[in-house]
């Protein structure tokens, strides 16, 4: 079994392989070959009662890929307020200051463990390649300009994954931090060989731009309806980024799992019935199908040509990446798996100890 | 990160250690402080469609024992007829014709991964168990004759659980294969220092039993209505070993786990429509709750002192154990976890393999 880390899988990881990775498997989950299973989520008061301790797991099978793929994370959550909004924060409390997040895959021929390693790069890129996927479909063709709120780890991906689907000329960021987001600015630069701008404002950052996209921590909505100029695409990594109005008013609304749509991120059970971010708000009456009639697609029928993409340069369309999906990690962990082997990365401990001549 | 195998935590986990782990576990299940997961499980077809892939997984969090225990199983399926009686067969297809099924053990206080571990002993215990504790309120207190259907993996279990919560003086075994039969009777009148009766006929073996025990692989009834004289508690590993007419003839009937009734073995997901051990017969009316009013208890209910357990010598009892839970594995696998620990067992890898710098 493969022992990978995040610095090896890093190496063999580009956006070009998690996006070819993903859109096959967006073909096989339209076409029922490839299935998820629903996101289990544990969320219980620490000791402490200061914080909470969440494990939250959710696997997939790619069969044409021959990997099974569970992702696992064990956390330490609070929610305070930062910059006016409340927010999603990991505490690193495991020793060293370090998080916890797994991805284990499997054969599906022989059932054998293949690789374990952590999720954060991997995370990382899949969310970004989601989104760029559906900027590929959605977005103007020749949409150049990104507005960006959000500077935080998930951002960089978000942008690597545009500029690998549309010829994206120059970046607009904005982030509550100044001088994070003139750090992420430089860096960005550098790595897309392209003008990233930090912005002093949300607006300044998102005006005219083709692609408005939020990465952030945000737990309630950072998008204004007043942005959205006329054939704009908005890319939201969490569906709470966005708002009723904005939902309401695109011409064209696709959501990365309607599948998954009943599922909540952290939904309490057990003691934790005071978490913040829950079912609520606009989006529970999405769920309930109870805004008007409005359609809502998904990014595996968009993908596959089951559902509609961008129809003229005149439409706003909106793209909210409600949940992730075992298959993702199936699909590019099998590919991480392959690149990883070839290369002669990662450290072998004995399969056989993850084995047993018994079975329950 | 400590790595174990079966046979060390066989030289940890006893029958008691077990039983008092799960008993408290149960409490804190009742009191709403230890939580569970879902089940999930994905299957799907094998390349050559002559088998399915099933990867299953359950996570459980108990923060008295500090501990949150995932669960999963990487499995080749089949379901051939033998002895008359479909019957669900798990191919051990990796390497080394080995079965896969894991334990994962994390800290709730840091989040970080503490053990990992094959589930076969910990799963075979776990069942024994939960009957055990079953039998230990519902049975008969002075319950001394065991008629038990099955001499597979989990039948041994079974006897060693009855025989930790009551006097039990005789057991008498019925399988379909006579000569597994009288192998598995000569091993376990060793192991449990009483007399362990090979039986030609189900008949024979449940006769005037206190405790009517089934331990099978079968996915349709094995019991009989015809076999349950007064007094007797019924058991089983499965609820599928049972009948509606048994359901409905019992006085008092306890599930494992009422929060997974609708959770069924193995639902058909993506291709596999075919897999015979779905949602059907009289179990799909029971959880529809439309069995005619008949009230059904959860184990952890009867084990907190919250539904009613045996009233009088005469009644008979019914406990279908309908699933596992993510809390079992945790509750356990912390006190295989202290064990092993405190006996030197297992090897040692770094746990910082497992952790991440970034977090997603």
């Not at 629903?38 to 219980?44: E, G, L, S």
């Not at 499997?106 to 890129?125: A, H, K, W």
């Not at 692609?211 to 950072?222: D, K, R």
Request: overall charge neutral.
């Amino acid at each position: 079994m493969l022992i990978l880390s995040n610095e090896e899988i890093e190496k063999v990881l580009t956006m070009e392989v998690c996006l070819e990775a993903l859109e096959q498997a967006y073909q096989q989950l339209a076409d029922g070959t490839a299935v998820n299973s629903p996101r289990a989520d544990i969320v219980v008061p620490t000791a402490d009662a200061q914080a909470y301790y969440a494990f939250k797991s959710m696997a997939g099978v790619v069969p044409r890929a021959g990997v099974a793929a569970l992702r696992l994370n064990s956390d330490i959550l609070t929610w305070p307020r930062l910059g006016g909004v409340q927010r999603r924060v990991k505490l690193p409390a495991a020793p060293g200051s370090r998080w916890v997040g797994l991805v284990l895959l499997f054969s599906t021929s022989t059932g054998e463990p293949l690789s374990i390693f952590p999720d954060g790069v991997l995370q990382r890129m899949r969310v970004g390649a989601t989104n760029g996927l559906a900027a590929k479909y959605l977005s103007r063709e020749d949409a150049h300009i990104v507005g960006l709120l959000g500077s935080g780890w998930q951002a960089g991906a978000q942008l690597l994954a545009f500029c690998a689907v549309r010829p994206i000329q120059a970046v607009r960021v904005f982030s509550p931090n100044p001088e994070h987001c003139r750090q992420f600015a430089e860096e960005m630069s550098r790595i897309l060989e392209r003008p990233v701008y930090p912005c002093d404002t949300p607006t300044s950052a998102v005006q005219d731009a083709d692609i408005l996209a939020s990465a952030t921590n945000a737990v309630e909505p950072v998008i204004r309806r007043e942005w959205l100029g006329k054939g704009v695409h908005v890319s939201c990594i969490k569906k709470q980024e966005a708002t009723e109005e904005i939902f309401l008013h695109s011409n064209l609304a696709v959501l990365h799992s309607l599948e998954m749509i009943q599922q909540e991120n952290y939904l309490p059970r057990g003691e934790a019935g005071a978490i913040p971010e829950t079912r609520r708000g606009w989006w529970s009456q999405v769920t309930q199908h109870e805004l008007s009639g409005k359609p809502l697609y998904d990014l595996a029928a968009v993908v596959a040509g089951k559902a509609p993409r961008r129809a003229g340069r005149e439409q706003i369309t909106l793209f909210m990446n409600n949940i992730g999906l075992g298959i993702q990690f199936a699909a590019v962990g099998a590919r991480i798996y392959e690149l990883a082997k070839e290369n002669g990365l990662g450290k072998e401990i004995p399969t056989d100890w993850f084995l047993q001549a018994v079975h329950p």
